[in-house]
């Protein structure tokens, strides 16, 4: 399937390549050309395509591909960051998906097996987490419960409701009537990047985010939006390092604030921004988000310490999280889990030594999190440090890990149960307690539903959600 | 290696003020606050490092301003007068007299503590800083030495962790203490470990 696509796209290249070749020679040497160009690419591609293989032995993922340069990996599934299903609008039209697979070993680390067909995918991605998750590879794949659903007025709002982006609407409205009305060409100078600007921030998130919804299950939390890209994330238990939600200024009015996360396999620029985990969400859901991510704790109550500084922020340290706020008008509130501390450092800048005040750095893997205690007295920067290093020794348990998360007893906390078919809700191992939202009963009339794996399931059209009985009895190994 | 106070203390309060003036790094006692945040972790005190790192910095300095001046100021003299000359020629030499100052306390800024889960490491003269690396979080520890440090008989142990703005070097040990502190660090980061 990949092949015609290729062929097709270098030629159409070639094509409109064209034009001072047809000047020159005439048209029927460019149908030759053309013709062996096409006849040279699926040459190149079809043999290309042939030695590409990939597939599972045991739990390590084993990938052969290209034909000048042959290259084969294998990689140990236990380790996966992440996986992701993409499907870029041309692919949606013929029924492909790409698959991501994050590993931490930073940028050029992921593995991706593009243009799959999409069932194909969606196997191969339960299939891993599977292995990932310790089980054998035909386990079906873990029942999942609502977490939230992004309206698309809701989207629309708030991305519109931003001091930046009302900023530029004005002033592009102000430009445009101004050009129009005095026929003034110049303002086409600063309507232009004003227009690209608003592209980036505006439609980029809006046409990203469109039809968002956020689950979660034993294997993780699962993402799945966009309209010409669709998009689902999965990301097991464990591997978020770090968490901040941001409210800027105006959404703290509407009372929505957006959850970003460092994961260790999105680093890198193409892939951060995926680390954008909840677009737009009202702000309990986003904090119970937070405490899902990082259970047995509770981000919302850590009690908090002001610095007596110009720049204010606001730091408090537990037994289980790091959090600190900052930001006088986008209030950023960073969230580390002190077990998943990389290191802690104490800078002092050369103006420490007058002001006496220092910062420390809390350092996680790369993300758009950067947890920090700024302009902090020389003792209590110290206490901070002792005490993220205290707790953090404490909560470092050596047995728990984040790898085979489903035979693990430390994260198991209902063990037994082996056998992983007769009911959904109850028997998969590693499944943790039911989510904390579903007890609590918020005010959330359209996703309150406390049953799991109960409510939404016939509701996607692209994505179906991943019933029981789908799964079974395929190969443990998809081919090719 | 020199060790500053080789009796464990109980409590660090009592013992930074002499454990920082062994430092030097800064000259008052004003900034005694200052220097309380940078103690040692309790029960230990600063492993200092070889001097040999201040001659690698004063050599590199040296290298440094020999090639700007030695280059630098005849192709003044050639192409303008020779009060540019004596004016470039005061820099370098003010820039050398400045690096070479530097390199001692940077030397002397240098301590590093094994604490029993983590790495404790003080340095720097302008931006001091404290870092303190869990053993368990450590992925990747490497002994390097480049053909100057060869020649001094120093090297430096590299500790990497997952995250990338942290990079975590201690500097101018002396080789077999080296090659020993990455074999423990190796083998505790190993015991600790907990994945990523």
Known sequence: MIIPFQVTAVTLVFVALIGPILNTFGIGWVVMMTVAVAFGTLAYALPAWWYGTFGLREDHLVVHSGLVMRSSREVPLSRLQAVDVVRPLLMQVFGMAELHIEMAGGDGSDIRLRCLPRNLAERMRVAVLAHAAGLPGRSPEAPEWPFYRLPFLLLLGALTFRVPVLLSFILLLMLATAGAVFTEYGVIGAVLPLTLGLLRYFWGPLARYTDYYASLSSDGLRLRYGMFQRRMQTVPPGRVQAVRVVEPLLWRALGVARVEANVAGYAGARQGESATLLPVAPRRRAFALVNELFPESEAAYVPLVPNHSPVPSMVGVDERLFVSTRGLFCLVTEIVPVERVQAVRLVAGPLSRFTGRMAVDVDTPPGPVRAKASGREAEEARRFLDALVEYGRRARVPSAGTERWATRSTLTRRPGAAEPASDPSETRPGEPRRPRFAEAGFPDAEHGGPEPGESETGRTDTFDTPAEGRARGRGDTPGR | ?196
Do not use: H, K
């Open chain 2, 1 to 196: 290696m020199e060790t500053s106070d080789p009796t464990p203390s109980p409590s660090p309060a009592p013992q930074e003020g002499r454990d920082q003036s062994d430092g030097r790094t800064l000259p008052e006692g004003r900034t005694r606050p200052l220097d309380a945040a940078f103690a040692p972790p309790a029960n230990t005190s600063w492993s200092r490092v070889a001097p040999a790192l201040a001659w690698y910095r004063r050599i590199v300095v040296g290298a440094l301003c020999l090639v700007s001046g030695g280059v630098g100021a005849p192709l003044l003299f050639l192409w303008t007068s020779w009060p540019l000359t004596a004016v470039w020629t005061g820099l370098v030499l003010l820039a050398f007299v400045v690096g070479w100052v530097l390199s001692g306390l940077f030397r002397r800024s240098w301590g590093y503590a094994e604490a029993e889960e983590e790495l404790y490491l003080a340095y720097g003269v302008f931006v001091r800083q404290l870092v303190v690396i869990p053993y368990g979080r450590m992925q990747v520890v490497d002994v390097t030495a480049d053909l100057l440090e060869q020649a001094l008989g120093i090297a430096t142990v590299r500790v990497r962790t997952a995250a990338s703005t942290a990079d975590t070097r201690v500097v101018g040990l002396p080789l077999t203490e080296a090659v020993q502190m990455r074999d423990r660090l190796a083998a505790r980061s190993e015991s600790f470990s907990t994945g990523l």
